[in-house]
C-alpha cells in the first residue's frame, strides 16, 4: 500500500507534493484539539449543550466572512500570502483560546478565530485546481484528503490522552504546527494565482469583492450549495453533538470517542485512493445521492443503538459516505468556476458548510438540553432523505453534461 501511495504521489507536481506535506502537518495540529472542543468547553465552564453551539454557530458565522473575503483576496493577491496570513493569525488566537478562563472572552475568540482559521480555505483549495488538471483534479483532492485523514487517525488518539494532562497543551502544539506549515508555504510553494491578460486592468478590491455577484448568477451552483448546506447540516454532527451526546446519554469516554474518531480517518487513509480511481466513471451528482443515503443510515443508527460496536459501525457507514462526498463535491465546485473567480467560487462553496456549521450544532444543542436527545439523529435522517431527493433532481438537470469529460470553468446552468 506504501508503496502504492509513493507511485501515486509522485504522479503529481513536486508543488502540490510540498502543499500535501504542509497539510498534513497543519491538520495534525488541529486534529488534536478540535475533535474535543465540545467536551473542552463544557468541562471547563461548565455549560450545557446549548451555548456550546451557540458557540460553535459563533464561530462558523465569523469562518463564513472570512471564507468569502479570504476567496476574494485570494483571487486579488494571490494564494500563497492569503493562506500564510491565515495560519499565523489561527495560531495566536488558537493559543489565546486555550488561555481565557471566563465564557465570555471564548465567545469573542470564537469569533475572530472563526475569521482566521477559514480566510485560507478558500486559497488553498484553489491553489489545487491551479495546480492540477482533469482527472488529476479530482484524484488531487482525494490526495489531500487522504493526507488530511491520515493526521486525523493519528491526532484524536493522541489528543484524548493529552487531553487528561492538559487541553492548553494541545493548544499550543496545534499552533506551532500552523506555524511551521506557514513556513513551508513562505519557502517552498510558488505562487500559483492565474496570471492577469497583459493590458487588462487589474480589479481593484472592491471590485473583486463584488464579483461575488457573478457567482450568485450561477443559478445551478447556487442550488448545488443550497443542497450542500442541507446534507452539512447532517455531517456537522460528528465534530460538535456526537462526542458529548455518547458522553451524556451513554457514557462513552473521551478517549474511546477519540478511537472512534481515529477509525474514521484510518478508514479514508486504506480506502479513498481506491474510492476515488472508481468514482470516475460514475456521474458525480449521482455520486452525491448515494453518499447522502449512507450519511442519513449512519447517523440515524445513533438514535437507537446503545452498544460500541455498533457505534463503530455507524462511524464506518458514514466514513463510506465521506469517500465519496467530500472529493466528488470538491471537484464539481472547481469545474463550475472560471479560472479568474476560482477562490471565489470555492469560497462561495464554502458557504455550504459555513452556514450548516453556524447554526445545526445550536440547533441539536437545544434538542438534546430540552427535548428527547435522540431526535437529534432523527432529524438527521430526515434531512438526509430531503438531500438524496434534491441531488437526484439536479443529477436529472445535468446528466447530460456528464458525457464527455469536464473542462474547469464550465457553466452548468
Known amino acids: 500500500m506504501i508503496k502504492k501511495f509513493k507511485l501515486q504521489i509522485f504522479a503529481f507536481p513536486k508543488s502540490f507534493r510540498t502543499l500535501v506535506a504542509s497539510t498534513f502537518i497543519d491538520r495534525l495540529g488541529g486534529s488534536l484539539i ?6 473542552y468547553v463544557i468541562q471547563k465552564f461548565n455549560v ?12 462558523s458565522i465569523s469562518s463564513l466572512v472570512g471564507s468569502m473575503v479570504g476567496g476574494a483576496l485570494a483571487d486579488r ?67 489531500i484528503r487522504v493526507v488530511q485523514n491520515l493526521a486525523v487517525t493519528i491526532g484524536p488518539a493522541i489528543g484524548g490522552m493529552l487531553a487528561g494532562i492538559s487541553y492548553l497543551l494541545l493548544f499550543i502544539i496545534d499552533a506551532i504546527t500552523s506555524t511551521i506549515t506557514a513556513l513551508i508555504v513562505l519557502f517552498a510553494i510558488p505562487e500559483t494565482n492565474p496570471e492577469k491578460i497583459e493590458g487588462v486592468k487589474k480589479e481593484s478590491i472592491m471590485k473583486t469583492i463584488i464579483g461575488y455577484r457573478e457567482v450568485a448568477k450561477d443559478r445551478l451552483f447556487v442550488a448545488f450549495i443550497l443542497v450542500t448546506i442541507i446534507i452539512i447540516s447532517v455531517y ?20 474511546v470517542f477519540g478511537y472512534m474518531m481515529s477509525m474514521n480517518a484510518g478508514i479514508v487513509v486504506l480506502f479513498q485512493f481506491w474510492v476515488t480511481k472508481r468514482l470516475k466513471n460514475y456521474q458525480p451528482m449521482l455520486m452525491m445521492v448515494f453518499a447522502s443515503a449512507l450519511y442519513g443510515i449512519g447517523f440515524v ?15 464506518a457507514i458514514i466514513t463510506v459516505g465521506e469517500m465519496i462526498h467530500i472529493p466528488v463535491a470538491q471537484t464539481l465546485a472547481a469545474f463550475f468556476a472560471p479560472e479568474d473567480m476560482r477562490g471565489r467560487y470555492m469560497a462561495a462553496y464554502g458557504l455550504g458548510w459555513a452556514i450548516p456549521n453556524s447554526v445545526a450544532p445550536m440547533l441539536a ?31 436529472f438537470r445535468v446528466k447530460d453534461k456528464f458525457s464527455k469529460p469536464l473542462q474547469a470553468g464550465e457553466k452548468f446552468s
Open 34 to 39: 478540535f475533535p474535543f472542543l465540545s467536551l
Open 48 to 59: 450545557g449543550m446549548t451555548q456550546v453551539g451557540l458557540i460553535f454557530g459563533l464561530w
Open 77 to 143: 493577491f494571490g494564494r500563497k500570502t492569503i493562506i500564510i496570513f491565515g495560519l499565523i493569525s489561527s495560531a495566536f488566537t488558537g493559543i489565546l483560546m486555550g488561555l481565557v478562563t471566563e465564557i465570555k472572552s471564548f465567545y469573542i475568540l470564537a469569533l475572530v478565530s472563526g475569521i482566521f482559521s477559514d480566510i485560507g480555505h478558500p486559497a488553498q483549495q484553489a491553489m489545487v485546481a491551479d495546480l492540477l488538471e482533469g482527472d488529476q483534479r479530482a484524484e488531487g483532492f482525494g490526495i
Open 236 to 255: 456537522a454532527q460528528m465534530y460538535s453533538t456526537l462526542s458529548v451526546y455518547l458522553y451524556q446519554v451513554h457514557d462513552v469516554p473521551a478517549r
Open 301 to 315: 443508527m445513533y438514535g437507537f443503538v446503545s452498544s460500541y460496536a455498533l457505534f463503530f459501525l455507524a462511524m
Open 365 to 395: 444543542g437545544i434538542v438534546m438540553d430540552f427535548y428527547e436527545p435522540s431526535w437529534v439523529w432523527y432529524i438527521a435522517g430526515i434531512l438526509a432523505v430531503i438531500a438524496v431527493l434534491c441531488f437526484g433532481y439536479l443529477q
